[in-house]
Structures are given as structure tokens and as C-alpha cells.
């Protein structure tokens, strides 16, 4: 079974300056994706990155971006300049399509940040 | 595009009582997933449709629960007899997915379902 661990279960970052995100990831599978997702106070969970396992180069997405270490299990996201609307619960997530049928999400129990004024 | 939508958005109901909720996916998304969430915890999945056949179930998701997706389009939940434990919030996803691909799924606001 796959499995997906937060280690971290809050954190908090001044505004403007970088915060990580810790996730690790247990999978005998070579081939599969990894997300990040936001959940705000409001609770819709919004997707903030993803990474293809096959591919070398680490995602980026404006303030957002990822350090992939395919053999050590590990997917870290980094956010630059961060914002007060950037508080929320970050959840880390895996999918394969080896498993199941229709790729379904494993997630960890999540990273409450808060961004200080 | 409108993105997922989920009703009701609350849900509050006695113990032994049968629910339903209901998803609107995305226009032309073939996939369409169930997540059930507990406070403070990460999301779980439950069951997914592919068009209008599902695929998949979770051991979580007992007898009691029933999903289904008449013509591909909404999908409902249907739990029965409602027990204490099932208060969560319901998630629902959708995406579109071609063949040996895996795609990003979209969330709707959920339900959140209160048993007393």
C-alpha cells in the first residue's frame, strides 16, 4: 500500500519570506505523479503543483515550487514571498496509474501554515 | 466552466437517518471521484467513476454507502442509516483522463454532513 507523511503538522512563516514543506512518500512503483494541494479556511481544495516521478526537473509554479528526490521519497514544496493568502492546510498527495483503476489520490495528513502579517 | 459543484453544502441529520448528496463535475469529464474527509485530516477516497461505471470502492466504503452516476453526468451519495462516525465532509473530484494517463482532479466545496 501506498502511504504519504506529513511531518510537520503546522507551521508559520513571516510574509514575504520562503517556507517548506516537508512530504514523504513510501511506493514500490516507478511510475507516478505527486501533488500538492491547498485547502484554504473555506475548504476547497485547490491544486497548487504537480510532478511527473519520470521526469528529472523539479516543478515551478510562480511562488511555488518543488525539490523531487525520486530515491530518497521525497517532495518537498517551497514557497517564495509567501502571502498572507497562502494561509491554509497544504496537503501533500500521490497517484499511479498501476493502482486501481482511475488513479486515485493517497494523501498525507497535511501542513497547517499560517503566514504572518 | 463552472467547476465542481456540490449539494448541499451542509448536512445535518439524526443518527439511523438515509442521506443523499450530489456532485456536478466539470462539463466532459470522464472521471469522477469520492473523498470522505475527517477534521484535521487528510482526504480519503471512497469510490470513482469512470463515465458512468464504477470502478473502484475503498473498504471504507460499507454497505450502508451507495454511489452512483446515472449517464456519466452528476453523480450521487447515498448513505443509509447514518451513524455518528459518518459525520466528515464529503469531497467529490472530477477529471478528464485519456488512456494510461493520469490526470489532475478538481474538488468541489464539499458537503459537510453533521450526525447527531
Known amino acids: 500500500a501506498q502511504t504519504v507523511t506529513q511531518s510537520q503538522p503546522e507551521m508559520s512563516v513571516q510574509e514575504a519570506e520562503t517556507v517548506t514543506l516537508s512530504c514523504t512518500y513510501d511506493t514500490s512503483e516507478n511510475n507516478y505523479y505527486l501533488f500538492w494541494y491547498k485547502q484554504p479556511p473555506s475548504r476547497q481544495m485547490i491544486l497548487v503543483i504537480r510532478?511527473?516521478?519520470?521526469?528529472?526537473q523539479n516543478a515551478t509554479e510562480n511562488r511555488f515550487s518543488v525539490n523531487f528526490q525520486k530515491a530518497a521519497k521525497s517532495f518537498s514544496l517551497k514557497i517564495s514571498d509567501s502571502q498572507l493568502g497562502d494561509t491554509a492546510m497544504y496537503f501533500c498527495a500521490f497517484a499511479s496509474p498501476a493502482i486501481g483503476a482511475g488513479n486515485m489520490l493517497t494523501f498525507g495528513g497535511g501542513t497547517r501554515l499560517m503566514v504572518k502579517p | 466552466d463552472t467547476g465542481v459543484s456540490q449539494d448541499p453544502r451542509h448536512k445535518i441529520t439524526k443518527r439511523g437517518q438515509n442521506v443523499t448528496f450530489r456532485c456536478d463535475p466539470i462539463?466532459?469529464?470522464?472521471?469522477l471521484y469520492w473523498y470522505r474527509q475527517t477534521l484535521g485530516q487528510g482526504p480519503e477516497f471512497l469510490t470513482y467513476f469512470q463515465n458512468e461505471a464504477q470502478l473502484e470502492k475503498s473498504r471504507l466504503l460499507s454497505d450502508r454507502f451507495s454511489a452512483e452516476r446515472p449517464k456519466g453526468s452528476f453523480s450521487t451519495l447515498e448513505i443509509q442509516r447514518t451513524e455518528q462516525g459518518d459525520s466528515a465532509m464529503y469531497l467529490c473530484?472530477?477529471?478528464?483522463?485519456?488512456?494510461?494517463?493520469?490526470?489532475?482532479?478538481?474538488f468541489g466545496p464539499g458537503t459537510r454532513l453533521t450526525v447527531l
Open positions: 462539463s466532459e469529464h470522464n472521471r
Open positions: 473530484a472530477s477529471s478528464l483522463a485519456g488512456f494510461a494517463s493520469t490526470d489532475t482532479q478538481y
Open positions: 510532478q511527473e516521478a519520470y521526469k528529472q
